[in-house]
C-alpha cells in the first residue's frame, strides 16, 4: 500500500509560495520539493497516478504528454473546466476499459 501525500503554502499577499510545494510518498520515504516564485495566473494541477497511467483497451496509458497538451489548450478555462476535460478526455482514452486505478484531480488558479 502506498500513500503520497502533498501539501503547499501560498502567500496570498504577494502571490507567491512562502515555503515549498512538496510530495511526500509513504513507499519511498523521501520527499521532493520545490519552490514556486510567481502563481498569479498560473494553473496548478494535482493529481494520482489514476490520470497519467489510465489504459486504453490495448493497455497504452494517457501519459503525461497528453495532460500537458490539455493544460496547455485549456489554460485559460476555469480550474473547474480543466478537471472535467481532463476527466472527459480519459474517459475517451480508456474507450470502455475498467479503470485501472483510482482517479484524483484538484486543481487550482490564483488570479
Avoid: W
Avoid at 18 to 41: C, P, Q, T
Avoid at 59 to 64: N, R, T, Y
Amino acid at each position: 500500500m502506498a500513500l503520497t501525500i502533498f501539501f503547499i503554502i501560498i502567500d496570498i499577499y504577494r502571490r507567491r509560495s512562502a515555503k515549498r510545494l512538496a510530495k511526500v510518498n509513504a513507499a519511498k520515504e523521501r520527499m521532493e520539493g520545490e519552490s514556486i516564485e510567481f502563481f498569479k495566473d498560473r494553473l496548478l494541477l494535482l493529481y494520482t497516478d489514476g490520470l497519467n497511467e489510465a489504459e486504453n483497451p490495448q493497455q497504452e496509458q494517457f501519459g503525461e504528454d497528453h495532460i500537458i497538451k490539455i493544460l496547455t489548450s485549456q489554460s485559460s478555462k476555469k480550474a473547474q473546466n480543466i478537471v472535467e476535460t481532463l476527466k472527459a478526455a480519459v474517459e475517451l482514452h480508456r474507450d470502455g476499459a475498467e479503470p485501472n486505478d483510482d482517479l484524483t484531480m484538484l486543481c487550482m488558479k490564483l488570479l
